[in-house]
């Protein structure tokens, strides 16, 4: 049987130490600045070892291709676990934390805006189509969505065939970064403008009635369906698999959401499903 390995990386402050710990919950062997020095070693070690069969790497943008190569030239089950944040919000975190930069640390950087564009230049041949690579954006997650992001991610790798998660968000909140595929439902009629509908969400049956039976978004699903119904039997064929669908409104609590919960209902008994609502705090199940 091939040895599991996983490779970490992605912006530093983005969660690289929470996967680790996630990962660990999960039974992997992890490992974090493992020296490059002794990369040529690496290969006996992983084949010889029979105590570790799940190994995670940690590696930072200097040595992402130095390992990814290695490890890519090795009879092994390869992921690439990326996590990413918009730079507004990397700089919020380590302004808050007040720890020192990588980039900086390596004298590669003299601003905290310049580390992060620096750090940033050393991915930019990073596949992100690459159907190993599982990317995730960490920048409206909190420590313990991301270790319920990467555990439920990492459970769909043991299922046989296609695995979506549905994900609902909020435009004026930024589009996910890990999103595969993109509906925009801001077309559709708001609740948001309903007085007694506005202070609740797509996971209440009164908002999820008025979107769904509404006209337009009766003959809206018609339409995506024949449409996700032949992308999603295309992707599988591909034996791609993973798939972020993310369904985006203005907001992120009414429409969105209530689009996100049909279309996890019509699919959750063809493929391994996930649904999780970005904007109003819930996490994926």
């Known amino acids: 049987m ?3 390995i996983v490779l970490i990386t ?3 402050g983005a969660g690289k130490t929470s996967s680790v710990n996630a990962l660990e919950d999960m039974g992997y062997y992890c490992i974090e600045n493992y020296p490059k020095e002794l990369l040529s070693e690496l290969k006996d070690l992983i084949y010889e070892s029979d105590t570790y069969e799940k190994i995670a790497f940690s590696v930072s943008a200097i040595n992402y291709s130095l390992f990814y190569n290695a490890f890519k030239k090795m009879d092994i089950h390869l ?3 990326f996590l990413d944040a918009q730079d507004d919000e990397l700089l919020l975190r380590y302004r808050f934390t007040r720890r020192l930069h990588p980039m900086m640390a390596f004298h590669l950087a003299d601003t905290l805006e310049k580390a992060i564009e620096r750090e940033r230049s050393y991915f930019q041949q990073v596949d992100l189509e690459d159907e190993n690579l599982i990317r995730i954006d960490t920048t409206k997650m909190t420590t313990s969505e991301l270790g319920n992001r990467i555990r439920n991610r990492f459970k769909m790798d043991d299922k046989v065939g296609l695995a979506i998660t549905f994900q ?3 435009f004026k909140k ?3 970064l890990d999103a595969d595929m993109i509906l925009d ?3 559709l009629p708001n609740p948001f403008y309903i007085q007694e509908l506005k202070p609740k969400t797509g996971n209440d049956l009164e908002v999820y009635q008025f979107v769904m039976e509404n006209e337009h978004t009766i003959s809206f699903c018609e339409k995506l369906k024949t449409w996700l119904d032949l992308v999603l039997k295309e992707y599988d064929k ?3 698999s993973q798939l972020v669908v993310a ?3 203005t907001g992120g609590q009414h429409r969105s959401v209530s689009i996100c919960n049909w279309l996890y209902d019509i699919y959750k008994n063809q493929y391994y499903c996930l649904k999780s609502h970005r904007d109003i705090g819930v996490n994926e199940i």
């Open 168 to 170: 609902s968000f909020g």
């Open 2 to 4: 091939k040895k599991n």
């Open 10 to 12: 992605g912006m530093s």
């Open 247 to 249: 369904i985006g409104c």
């Open 174 to 176: 930024g589009v996910p």
């Open 238 to 240: 591909q034996n791609r």
């Open 79 to 81: 992921r690439v676990l």
């Open 185 to 187: 439902v801001r077309f």
